[in-house]
């Protein structure tokens, strides 16, 4: 057990480091949370400079135009840039996450080429067309219906949740190939051109007032067969290997900053005398305590990923998620109490945290479902009827 | 950075466990429980023998040379199988007490607040005081950790850190051995002609204990790693929560049979309740990282 860094590692961090200092003073102001073009070009920008660097993909293999780094290397580059103030992988999140990890993983030559150096080069966004209205948790039985056509698919059917929808270039998109197989069984995994007629996007506002995802329609859409990642009626399979991604090292920038917070929400109730309320002080010094931990179960996870083969995130992840979501919904609770009466100001930067943190025990798996990986893949209980 | 056991760390866990399992099985603990004995000399000398209470004293004082981490992981195989007896206190005075390394003395600590000492009766020596003060038993919530009252309490906060770090490691084991136990009854009790583990409300309880229990290991060996005294007390804050909370919700799988003497539920609850008030009391570990906190905050303001 050793939580020291090699001197490779080091050297990393300290070339990282120098770099986020001279590059992030030259970034343009950040854009309003309402002005998606302004978003996307803010996004992509700190991408294609991420490209330049040679920092893009990082831990993508190298075939796939990635630099092959190591888990504690992308660990590190995650921690580094949220210390920095750097900008969040935002629009970037699916095409680098989900999208482009499942085409490097899945897709043929001639589909890697396509899609992955646009992803890495910071010049198309990726959304995802997962969810359905009537499939949540229970993703495997989506509707959105894909007939064969010639050399198209015929697509019919809505998708729900998806973030940057209004300025996304593909869709990563699971359609039902087979309505007479078993629900796993009949699903294929596409990449559709959000362009393509047919597509309509209707965002949706969340409790936080912003439009942070939508609903997107498709009305006899065509998508070459071509399109199609791994075989046709094999999509969960290709799926399940793009949500290993997701479970896995998504939130180390998140607990980074998570830990910052708690240090301002210090100062400012020592600043505004609740410190003195000893119910207060000792919440705050328990979530200090859990996010400290939080953090060693991250480079717990990245350590093990690291020892087996291929990096892959195990169902680790899910022990992780739990704890965090519900650590991270405590400690804008507690940011509440810190402000009191000023909580209910929208103007609080607090107050619009707390708000969104109320998804995190939802998204990406809600709360209930994790907990069924844990108890049935890990403690090996039985499955329910 | 490779924060995973090394395989010589992995090679003494699983060696203490086979030491334990085949020296202090169900039925030993069983015994005890009828006795009422808790420290068993011989136990404690074979201990000693392997090296249990030398762990971590230098090869040149006739130790075994290890560290933290290493003892983290001992400790936490003698939490999984609930060995009775002061074993923390008796391995920080190896080296101090004459004997205590080999464990051929027993010796206790003042490691609660106020006037209670824990296994008195049996013990050579108390960590805190000169000599083996006298004191009146107190029954004991826990049949295996018997306690007396003595007229003043001594102090052994000078073993502090280590002992709330190596009493968290032994919730720890307790916490993951009361996930194994609420696994295996959830998957053989069937009602409504399936195995309880199968309905979510029992399912979710089990994922509850564990994600505890992993949040807690990690807490406990990343401080045995470091030694940072915030860790330490995010270690035993943690550990505590995941032993406690860990028994009760598997007494709670166990559904009436959790609430029998016969079980071994209640056992791993009281010893929890024990250690919980061992060396740093939750309170106590939720101050001094509420002070840490604030701590890195100015250091980083006078800093920037």
């Not at chain 1, 939580?3 to 200092?21: C, I, P, S």
């Not at chain 1, 343009?28 to 040679?54: F, I, T, V």
């Not at chain 1, 219906?145 to 809505?158: E, K």
């Not at chain 2, 201990?47 to 971590?56: M, N, S, Y």
Request: hydrophobic share 45%; proline share 5%.
């Amino acid at each position: 057990m050793d939580l020291t860094y090699t001197e490779e590692e080091q050297d990393f961090r300290a070339r990282l480091r120098a770099w986020l200092a001279k590059v992030l003073p030259e970034l343009p102001a950040k854009p309003s949370p309402d002005d998606w073009p302004g978003r996307r070009a803010y996004d992509l920008g700190w991408q294609r400079r991420l490209y330049e660097a040679g920092y893009a993909g990082l831990h993508w293999p190298v075939d796939a135009g990635g630099r092959g780094a190591t888990p504690t290397q992308h660990l590190i580059f995650l921690e580094e840039t949220e210390r920095a103030g750097a900008p969040y992988v935002g629009a970037n999140f699916v095409g680098l996450l989900h999208a482009g990890p499942t085409i490097a993983a899945e897709g043929t030559a001639e589909q890697r080429a396509r899609w992955l150096p646009p992803v890495l080069r910071g010049d198309e966004v990726w959304c995802q067309g997962f969810s359905e209205p009537d499939a949540g948790s229970d993703l495997a039985s989506l509707r959105t219906r894909a007939v064969r056509d010639g050399d198209d698919y015929v697509i019919s059917g809505s998708k729900i949740w998806t973030s940057h929808a209004e300025v996304a270039d593909w869709c990563e998109l699971l359609v039902r190939t087979d309505p007479g197989a078993p629900k796993h069984r009949g699903i294929s995994w596409l990449a559709m051109p959000m362009d393509a007629p047919g597509v309509s996007v209707r965002p949706l506002r969340t409790l936080a007032g912003s439009a942070e995802f939508a609903q997107v329609f498709l009305d006899e859409v065509r998508v070459p067969v071509a399109n199609r990642v791994g075989a046709e009626n094999d999509g969960w399979r290709v799926t399940m290997v793009t949500l290993s991604f997701e479970r896995g090292t998504a939130f180390v920038g998140e607990v980074v900053a998570c830990r910052r917070t708690l240090g301002e929400l210090a100062r400012t109730a020592k600043a505004n005398g609740r410190w003195d309320d000893p119910v207060l002080r000792r919440r705050l010094g328990r979530l200090y305590g859990e996010f400290g931990a939080l953090w060693r179960l991250t480079q717990w996870n990245v350590s093990e990923a690291e020892r087996s083969a291929g990096g892959v995130p195990g169902t680790g992840g899910s022990v992780f998620k739990l704890a965090y979501s519900h650590a991270r919904q405590e400690l804008y609770d507690t940011a509440a109490e810190v402000l009191g009466a000023r909580s209910l100001s929208l103007e609080e930067e607090w107050t619009l945290d707390r708000l969104s943190s109320l998804s995190y025990t939802i998204a990406a798996g809600t709360s209930q479902i994790q907990r069924n990986i844990v108890a049935e893949r890990i403690l090996g209980l039985p499955k329910g009827r | 950075m490779d924060f995973q056991p090394t395989e010589d760390q992995k090679d003494l866990r699983a060696g203490v466990r086979d030491l334990l399992a085949g020296r202090y099985g169900r039925e030993a603990l069983r015994a005890s429980v009828d006795t009422g004995a808790s420290v068993d000399r011989a136990l404690w000398r074979e201990l000693g023998e392997a090296g249990f209470f030398a762990l971590r004293l230098p090869e040149s004082e006739g130790g075994v040379g290890l560290g933290l981490p290493e003892a983290v992981l001992v400790f936490e195989e003698a939490g999984r199988a609930l060995v009775p007896g002061p074993l923390v206190a008796t391995h920080l005075a190896a080296g101090v007490v004459p004997g205590a390394a080999a464990g051929k003395a027993v010796v206790s600590a003042f490691d609660l607040d106020g006037p209670l000492v824990a296994h008195l009766g049996e013990a050579d020596a108390v960590l805190g005081a000169s000599g083996v003060p006298a004191g009146e038993p107190v029954r004991s919530v826990d049949p295996l950790t018997p306690l007396h009252r003595v007229a003043v309490a001594g102090d052994a906060s000078a073993y502090r850190e280590a002992g709330a770090l190596l009493t968290a490691a032994l919730q720890l084991g307790s916490a993951l051995r009361t996930v194994e136990l609420a696994v295996r009854y959830a998957g053989e009790r069937e009602q409504f002609g399936q195995p309880i583990g199968a309905f979510q409300a029992v399912k979710h309880l089990c994922a509850r204990m564990l994600v505890r229990a992993e949040v807690a290991r990690t807490a406990v060996y990343a401080a045995a790693v470091t030694g940072d005294a915030g860790e330490v007390a995010a270690a035993k804050l943690l550990a505590d929560g995941a032993a406690v909370q860990g028994a009760r919700d598997c007494l709670q799988v166990h559904g009436g049979m959790g609430f029998t003497w016969e079980a071994d539920v209640h056992l791993h609850l009281k010893r929890a309740w024990v250690r919980a008030e061992q060396w740093r009391t939750a309170a106590q570990a939720q101050e001094l990282l509420a002070q840490e906190l604030l701590g890195s905050v100015e250091e980083a303001g006078q800093a920037g």
